[in-house]
């Protein structure tokens, strides 16, 4: 009766091992643009798109453009990750104030095969900051609308 439990048991080690080691290769992870270049295996990016950069390869049907650090203030310093993309380019890609990536680095450059486009918020200003509920409701009133 005891060997029962401990095959019992030990198949059931086996497969949630097994099934931990599934899900942790299935899962991609967020890293910086410096780790993207190096990484070994697919990951998501974050970064700002430099528009000087942008360049639509007809021959090879890519887009090609250069990110850098989300975080940075300014581009000139910042971390920087040349960028090659297969898919259909968004429509918002030229609003786009940052783009996530989900791919991995192939040569000399980061080849992604999903892009996200990030646009700024419609609840957005002119220089960044949201919108003031109450000041647009006043705003309204003072109108007559």
Wanted: charged content about 25%; aromatic content about 12%.
């Amino acid at each position: 009766m005891k060997a029962k439990y401990i095959i019992g048991g030990l198949i059931i080690v086996l497969f949630m091992v097994w099934g931990t080691a599934t899900f942790l290769k299935t899962t991609i992870q967020y890293v910086s643009i410096e780790k993207a270049g190096q990484s070994k295996r697919t990951v998501q990016v974050m970064g700002k798109i430099d528009f000087d950069a942008v360049n639509f390869n007809t021959e090879k049907s890519r887009l090609e453009f250069t990110i850098y650090d989300a975080d940075a203030e300014q581009m000139d310093g910042a971390e920087r990750l040349d960028v090659y993309y297969y898919g259909v380019v968004p429509g918002n890609f030229d609003q786009a104030t940052s783009v996530v990536l989900k791919g991995k680095p192939e040569g000399d450059a980061f080849v992604a095969e999903q892009m996200l486009v990030k646009c700024p918020s419609k609840y957005q200003g002119d220089e960044g900051e949201y919108q003031d509920m109450e000041k647009h409701n006043e705003a309204v009133e003072q109108a007559g609308v």
